[in-house]
């Protein structure tokens, strides 16, 4: 696509519903990025994928938040039992390869509320 | 744990002002060093800097890089209403990590007229 898109764009959930946040990059693009942006926070990493491998897992918050990727395209992030400090908007970014930050291209989010 | 920080959080300007913002680090396997705004939700590409001192220019910005300090800059002159942003700095690394990027918190730049 022309460029990386989420959806839903806003969604607001009830506390310990689950929840998945979708992300479809920019086709061809190998290396898919997660990042979590509370208010005026800056950009939390979560997870990258290399294709449909996730080399780096180590920024998920916790076991109820899980990723996919599948045909090394769309990736789906899962948050299980959601609670109201999962809070906050939810950053898709991929580039044609890892390692090449100045050619990373976000999508605009999904903004996420747990009341 | 690799840290970026940036300062100042917040900065409140008026038209024509010239403005610092300001990026530190500390990483492990420092690989480059990004500037991106954020102006309502897609943070866009602003710089990338991989050498100390030579500094990078597009228009009214510019950044500079001291690898020995581990810090950053980027400078804005005659600053304009549409420069009102969130500035955000970027380390990406190598290593195990190759390609991640860890973001500082941001300065919310605002220009008023």
């Known amino acids: 696509g022309a460029g990386v898109s989420q959806s839903p764009s806003n969604k607001v959930t009830e506390k310990g519903k689950d929840v998945e946040l979708r992300c479809d990059p920019i086709?061809?693009?190998?290396?898919l990025y997660w990042y979590r942006q509370s208010l005026g926070q800056g950009l939390e990493f979560l997870i990258y994928f290399q294709g449909n491998s996730a080399p780096d897992k180590s920024g998920l918050p916790s076991d109820r938040f899980s990723a996919e990727r599948t045909g090394g395209s769309v990736s789906t992030l899962t948050i299980q039992r959601t609670q109201q400090e999962d809070s906050a908007v939810y950053l898709c970014?991929?580039?044609?390869?890892?390692?090449?930050?100045?050619?990373?291209?976000f999508g605009s989010g999904t903004q996420l509320s747990v009341l | 744990e690799d840290k970026v920080v940036q300062s100042p959080l917040s900065l409140v300007v008026h038209e024509g002002d010239t403005v610092t913002l300001n990026c530190s680090y500390e990483?492990?396997?420092?690989?480059?060093l990004l500037w991106y705004k954020q102006e309502k939700k897609a943070p866009t590409f602003l710089f990338m800097l991989t050498s100390s001192g030579i500094e990078m220019k597009s228009g009214r910005l510019s950044s500079i890089l001291d690898k020995k300090e581990l810090f950053s800059i980027l400078n804005i002159t005659a600053t304009q209403t549409g420069d009102s942003a969130i500035y955000l700095c970027?380390?990406?690394?190598?290593?195990?990590?190759?390609?991640?990027?860890?973001f500082g918190q941001g300065t919310i730049l605002t220009v008023h007229p």
């Open positions: 086709s061809g693009h190998t290396a």
């Open positions: 970027a380390v990406e690394t190598g290593g195990t990590s190759y390609g991640k990027l860890t």
């Open positions: 970014a991929s580039s044609l390869r890892r390692g090449i930050g100045e050619k990373l291209f």
């Open positions: 990483v492990t396997n420092f690989r480059s």
